[in-house]
């Protein structure tokens, strides 16, 4: 087995993860910029970050379809040229529309990367090896997420507007993925089910695994074929046969996001400092946020081979539970204290001298206290008291809601982060999968766009007690459905775990 060759394929096509990750977690550094540049309000900032999923979306459900038809490799290099004229266009945009434009855009690479690449890999790789090399896709994206921390860390004091630095810097990357694709060899079973170039198809399994295994691998595919009477359509996926299936696709494509892991990543530094952190100390704890999900998913491609997918989702899952309820206790816990101190940090002389007049007063809850304020603010001192001076009274624990956040991040990274991919890369009978896990995937993007979406109104209007709580009950969901209805595809070739969930 040539394990170096195989390593070095999926690697260059998991790179796509990378651009993934980046794209997803630059724009924590950018929303403050974002926000002041387009005088965006809470629900124009939350499209703002949200609407590259919308580009996912229509990644999502095309990608597949079109790398049936045009084959896996070709489709991946038209996600990293999706990726350059993204980063490029949003770092030049001058208005508002220009900028989510330019966002999906680069949704649409993000939609058809993160379906594509583990379809790729999964296809190339040898059953021992196949959760390992497709949860290098995922240690890619934490990767890319770490990367966008740090590069937003040292662009922040940039002069002049940082945020163009920041999301522009990713176009370097992204055309450094679209060369090295091509040195990528096309799918071998996409090869030989669509094109039935079987002796090209050869030459790459043999340098995968030797003769034997190319012709084991290929007398395989053959038999798979075989059972198939035609290309799959969405139809297909509502037959009762595919009833076991869809259920584990949907549920853990819905819990992965539901559970609110991009709200973490897309507004790291704003958490960080709604528990009262200044804008140097969240953006650093952003960079630790990243390094746990970094080492943690290194970790989860150590053991996804070995302890299984099962028992790592139901791991994860109830850490996970675990770590969302803690912040919540944190952000119970606080206080909220007006006092000559906590009044120094208002900038806007008008709303702080209309603030004093509560001076000496605790407040138990963000919702106590915005009530206090309400009437006698203005609409837009209120609007602004919300979102920028409220952090400044808040008395928490905030080395608590640190450990729970990287707590929680460390949990995702082993379970729901890379087993969701290995997962769907491996259900999906060969026939069905490019448009099965294009719906699926359109789901999970769907999902994710929600939680994006509110996460600003979310921490505004009901604070952030009610919104990790809510987080954690569905960790809990997750957790029950992971028990319930999750199977074990641990060291079983592609037509085996086919065969074990039709029947």
Same mark, same amino acid.
């Given at each position: 087995?040539?394990?170096?060759?195989?390593?070095?394929?999926?690697?260059?096509?998991?790179?796509?993860?990378?651009?993934?990750?980046?794209?997803?977690?630059?724009?924590?550094?950018?929303?403050? +910029?974002?926000?002041?540049?387009?005088?965006?309000?809470?629900?124009?900032? +939350?499209?703002?970050?949200?609407?590259?999923?919308?580009?996912?979306?229509?990644?999502?459900?095309?990608?597949?379809?079109?790398?049936?038809?045009?084959?896996?490799?070709?489709?991946?290099?038209?996600?990293?040229?999706?990726? @350059?004229?993204?980063?490029?266009?949003?770092?030049?945009?001058? @208005?508002?529309?220009?900028?989510?434009?330019?966002?999906?855009?680069?949704?649409?690479?993000?939609? +058809?990367?993160?379906?594509?690449?583990?379809?790729?890999?999964?296809?190339?790789?040898?059953?021992?090896?196949?959760?390992?090399?497709?949860?290098?896709? !995922?240690?890619?994206?934490?990767?890319?997420?770490?990367?966008?921390?740090?590069?937003?860390?040292?662009?922040?004091?940039?002069?002049?507007?940082?945020?163009?630095?920041?999301?522009?810097?990713?176009?370097?990357?992204?055309?450094?993925?679209?060369?090295?694709?091509?040195?990528?060899?096309?799918?071998?079973?996409? $090869?030989? !089910?669509?094109?039935?170039?079987?002796?090209?198809?050869?030459?790459?399994?043999?340098?995968?695994?030797?003769?034997?295994?190319?012709?084991?691998?290929?007398?395989?595919?053959?038999?798979?074929?075989?059972?198939?009477?035609?290309? +799959?359509?969405?139809?297909? $996926?509502?037959?009762?046969?595919?009833?076991?299936?869809?259920?584990?696709?949907?549920?853990?494509?819905?819990?992965? !996001?539901?559970?609110?892991?991009?709200?973490?990543?897309?507004?790291?530094?704003?958490?960080?400092?709604?528990?009262?952190?200044?804008?140097?100390?969240?953006?650093?704890?952003?960079?630790?946020?990243?390094?746990?999900?970094?080492?943690?998913?290194?970790?989860?491609?150590?053991?996804?081979?070995?302890?299984?997918?099962?028992?790592?989702?139901?791991?994860?899952?109830?850490?996970?539970?675990?770590?969302?309820?803690?912040?919540?206790?944190?952000?119970?816990?606080? @206080?909220?204290?007006?006092?000559?101190?906590?009044?120094?940090?208002?900038?806007?002389?008008?709303?702080?001298?209309?603030?004093?007049?509560?001076?000496?007063?605790?407040?138990?809850? !963000?919702?106590?206290?915005?009530?206090?304020?309400?009437?006698?603010?203005?609409?837009?001192?209120?609007?602004?008291?919300?979102?920028?001076?409220?952090?400044?009274?808040?008395?928490?624990?905030?080395?608590?809601?640190?450990?729970?956040?990287?707590?929680?991040?460390?949990?995702?990274?082993?379970?729901?982060?890379?087993?969701?991919?290995?997962?769907?890369?491996?259900?999906?009978?060969?026939?069905?999968?490019?448009?099965?896990?294009?719906?699926?995937?359109?789901?999970?993007? $769907?999902?994710?766009?929600?939680?994006?979406?509110?996460?600003?109104?979310?921490?505004?209007?009901?604070?952030?007690?009610?919104?990790?709580?809510?987080?954690?009950?569905?960790?809990?969901?997750?957790?029950?459905?992971?028990?319930?209805?999750?199977?074990?595809?641990?060291?079983?070739?592609?037509?085996?775990?086919?065969?074990?969930?039709?029947?």
């Amino acid at each position: 087995m040539n394990k170096s060759y195989t390593l070095f394929i999926s690697f260059i096509v998991a790179l796509g993860g990378f651009l993934l990750g980046f794209d997803s977690a630059v724009i924590s550094g950018a929303v403050s +910029g974002i926000r002041t540049y387009f005088e965006m309000s809470d629900w124009e900032l +939350g499209f703002s970050v949200g609407c590259v999923i919308f580009g996912a979306m229509v990644g999502n459900i095309s990608a597949g379809p079109m790398s049936d038809r045009f084959g896996r490799k070709s489709i991946l290099i038209v996600t990293a040229m999706l990726f @350059t004229v993204s980063a490029l266009w949003s770092a030049f945009a001058t @208005t508002y529309v220009t900028f989510v434009v330019a966002r999906i855009i680069g949704g649409i690479g993000i939609g +058809g990367a993160i379906l594509i690449a583990p379809i790729y890999i999964a296809e190339i790789a040898p059953p021992k090896l196949r959760g390992s090399l497709v949860s290098l896709n !995922q240690l890619n994206i934490v990767i890319g997420i770490s990367v966008a921390y740090f590069s937003n860390y040292f662009l922040k004091d940039l002069e002049g507007e940082s945020w163009r630095w920041m999301l522009g810097v990713e176009a370097i990357p992204a055309f450094l993925y679209f060369v090295a694709l091509f040195a990528v060899p096309r799918s071998p079973r996409w $090869l030989i !089910q669509k094109l039935n170039l079987v002796e090209i198809a050869r030459k790459t399994l043999v340098k995968i695994g030797g003769k034997d295994y190319a012709q084991l691998t290929i007398d395989e595919i053959h038999r798979g074929i075989a059972k198939k009477v035609s290309t +799959g359509t969405v139809k297909d $996926l509502v037959s009762s046969r595919m009833s076991t299936i869809m259920i584990i696709a949907f549920g853990i494509a819905f819990f992965q !996001q539901i559970t609110g892991i991009n709200a973490i990543f897309y507004y790291a530094p704003t958490i960080f400092e709604q528990a009262g952190g200044s804008t140097d100390s969240s953006f650093l704890q952003a960079i630790v946020v990243g390094l746990t999900n970094l080492v943690f998913t290194l970790v989860a491609i150590r053991l996804i081979d070995k302890l299984g997918r099962k028992p790592l989702l139901i791991i994860g899952t109830a850490v996970m539970t675990i770590a969302l309820s803690m912040a919540t206790m944190a952000f119970n816990n606080a @206080t909220y204290d007006i006092n000559d101190e906590t009044l120094s940090s208002i900038q806007n002389e008008e709303v702080r001298d209309a603030v004093s007049e509560l001076s000496g007063n605790t407040y138990h809850s !963000q919702k106590e206290l915005f009530a206090a304020v309400t009437p006698i603010l203005s609409k837009d001192q209120l609007f602004s008291f919300k979102r920028n001076e409220v952090k400044g009274f808040i008395s928490i624990n905030a080395t608590l809601v640190l450990i729970a956040i990287l707590l929680y991040v460390a949990a995702f990274a082993i379970s729901l982060g890379p087993v969701m991919w290995t997962l769907l890369s491996e259900i999906f009978p060969g026939h069905i999968k490019g448009i099965a896990i294009s719906v699926v995937g359109f789901f999970n993007s $769907l999902v994710s766009y929600t939680v994006t979406q509110f996460f600003p109104w979310e921490l505004t209007n009901i604070g952030p007690t009610m919104t990790f709580a809510i987080y954690a009950i569905m960790a809990l969901l997750s957790l029950l459905f992971v028990k319930k209805y999750v199977i074990e595809t641990k060291g079983k070739s592609l037509e085996e775990v086919e065969e074990l969930l039709i029947n």
